[in-house]
């Protein structure tokens, strides 16, 4: 087995008595998808900002490409790789997508103090946005404000600033949140295309999407972890009937 | 850059103005006021409507430069060469050791701890005894470059305050423009997708705030030569204010809105004080019609007109 990318070591997190992230341990290989289900309250946007480093957590270890990530803020995370959207959607109002996008390519090659150029003039940034942009189907959006984007733009728009940072790892946090059912058809094709070229941590709430995409999938109950395996086991892994699927059928 | 047209009309006007007449003492005295508060205001302009930091105590910045002026006349050093360094230097080091801990804040809290910061310096400046306190210090005689009176004259003055003025806009507007500036504008409106692209605004933030404290140490370094005359008043936090409403006024979202702004609060702060005896009582109901009806300010209504 290749070695994981991303290697959770026995997260913990409490607020007060209640423990948030129970010792979660959970490994994401190269090139899989791997998505994290589980009901509400399951802990699962705690976890997030665990991997990413909104907050730290009280015990265990955040392991990235073969680095202990735990004390790294998210910033420094990013630019180690770790790319992540939101669960509502985070894009600069008042620049246009390409702007949006050509944010990241900066943040990535060269330093962005730099003081005299237009950055708006940089041949080779706006390539490269343009690049990511096409990648998922807004080149023609390219200088719209991300403003005036339509929700489903707005999570595509994300994507692009996201693979704009070069990542070896997306985390995607409910990407179909809010979608209505075209743009989440649209939006699942859009993450089918990008399963080949990544390696993708999927958090989400909608079971077909999960299923349909999911390599292999962590059912997470009460901040621990109760099942991980390819869809098939976890469809008939009755632990996971009775904790989640079961509760959905209610 | 086509709709900054009336900004580039007053700057022209300022240029042309001691040609067509108004060459007296009283109206380079009054323009050399609106030019170096426009200056002031137009690096505050960049803070707030740039980076988004509401700093309420810019005039701190300004009363550093003035007062490195004060101080080193005090002991004799009177050479622009050493003196303009000085003044932009000790702002800017003020801005980076306020900046450091008040960038750490945001909201009404960043207001109030630059507010808290201006009133510190205020109250150091007036109990600077060997430099008049409370009731201010006056030259000894403006400041020289490289041995001549140059900035004693007055026409020459007038053209150094505005060749500052315009470069100040051409500077912050470079800044705005650039990766700096891409970063800053971002983080503004969104500092998580800043941070989410791999960079912290933290140290943008900070390298602006000293940039525009370091322009304000400039004009604080002219507003000296301009009066001769250095006092604490200058440092209060209702300086502070007037700078922020200026750029208010003038419009946020435009750096070249805060010389509209400065040019209009100067002109009728001047025209009020002369020809009604209670101006106060009609400027301010004034400044408050003007920021409820004027939206986007002054420079919105001309880009409206004109769009």
């Not at chain 1, 690049?131 to 390219?142: K, M, P, S, T, Y």
């Not at chain 2, 800044?175 to 998580?192: D, K, M, T, W, Y």
């Not at chain 2, 400065?262 to 005896?277: G, I, N, Q, R, Y």
Request: proline share 3%; with cysteine; hydrophobic share 55%.
């Amino acid at each position: 087995m290749a070695e994981p990318l991303l290697r959770l070591v026995d997260l913990r997190k409490h607020y007060g008595g209640l423990a948030v992230t129970d010792g979660v341990s959970l490994d994401v290989l190269p090139g899989e998808i791997h998505a994290v289900i589980g009901p509400n309250g399951a802990g699962k946007t705690t976890l997030i900002h665990e991997i990413t480093g909104v907050v730290r957590p009280d015990a265990g270890q955040v392991v990235f490409a073969g680095r202990d990530v735990t004390r790294l803020s998210l910033p420094r995370r990013v630019r180690a790789g770790l790319a992540r959207t939101f669960q509502i959607t985070s894009v600069v109002p008042g620049f246009t997508a390409l702007a949006n996008v050509a944010l990241a390519v900066q943040a990535r090659s060269g330093s962005s103090f730099r003081f005299l150029r237009p950055a708006a003039s940089e041949a080779a940034t706006n390539t490269a946005a343009m690049d990511a942009l096409a990648e998922v189907g807004l080149a023609d959006r390219a200088e719209v404000p991300a403003g005036a984007l339509s929700h489903g733009e707005k999570r595509a728009l994300e994507l692009a600033i996201a693979l704009a940072t070069k990542p070896r790892l997306l985390l995607l946090d409910e990407p179909l949140a809010g979608a209505g059912p075209e743009e989440t058809e649209r939006l699942i094709a859009l993450l089918t295309r990008l399963k080949s070229a990544y390696t993708i941590l999927l958090v989400e709430h909608d079971m077909q999407a999960v299923f349909a995409l999911a390599d292999r999938v962590s059912v997470l109950v009460y901040g621990r972890v109760i099942a991980t395996g390819t869809v098939a086991d976890i469809r008939g892994n009755p632990e996971v009937r009775a904790a989640y699927l079961g509760e959905d059928e209610a | 850059m086509r709709e900054a047209w009336l900004p580039l009309a007053v700057l022209l006007a300022l240029g042309a103005a001691p040609l067509l007449g108004f060459g007296g003492s009283y109206e380079t005295t009054l323009m050399a006021r609106v030019m170096i508060l426009a200056m002031a205001a137009v690096s505050l302009s960049f803070l707030v409507g740039g980076a988004g930091l509401v700093s309420l105590g810019h005039a701190a910045s300004v009363g550093v430069g003035a007062y490195a002026v004060a101080i080193l006349d005090a002991h004799n050093v009177t050479e622009a060469t050493r003196v303009l360094p000085a003044a932009i230097g000790a702002a800017a080091l003020f801005s980076l050791v306020t900046g450091a801990v008040a960038i750490r804040t945001s909201g009404v809290h960043f207001i109030m701890i630059t507010l808290a910061f201006g009133q510190m310096a205020f109250f150091t400046a007036s109990s600077l005894a060997a430099y008049g306190g409370d009731d201010g210090y006056t030259l000894y005689s403006r400041t020289e470059v490289w041995g001549s009176r140059l900035l004693g004259d007055r026409l020459a003055f007038h053209y150094v305050c505005l060749g500052a003025l315009a470069l100040t806009w051409a500077l912050c507007a470079m800044l705005l423009a650039s990766r700096f500036g891409r970063v800053l504008r971002a983080a503004r409106e969104n500092a998580q997708r800043v941070e989410a692209v791999g960079l912290s605004p933290y140290p943008f933030r900070l390298v602006a705030y000293v940039i525009a404290g370091a322009i304000g140490g400039a004009a604080g370094f002219l507003l000296a030569n301009a009066t001769e005359f250095v006092s604490p008043a200058g440092i209060s936090w209702q300086r502070s204010g007037e700078l922020l409403f200026m750029v208010i006024l003038g419009g946020v979202g435009r750096l070249w809105g805060a010389i509209l702004g400065a040019v209009a609060f100067v002109l009728l702060e001047t025209w009020l004080a002369d020809h009604v005896a209670h101006w106060k009582m009609v400027f301010g109901p004034l400044l408050v019609l003007a920021v409820l009806f004027l939206k986007g300010g002054l420079s919105g209504l001309v880009v409206r007109r004109h769009g």
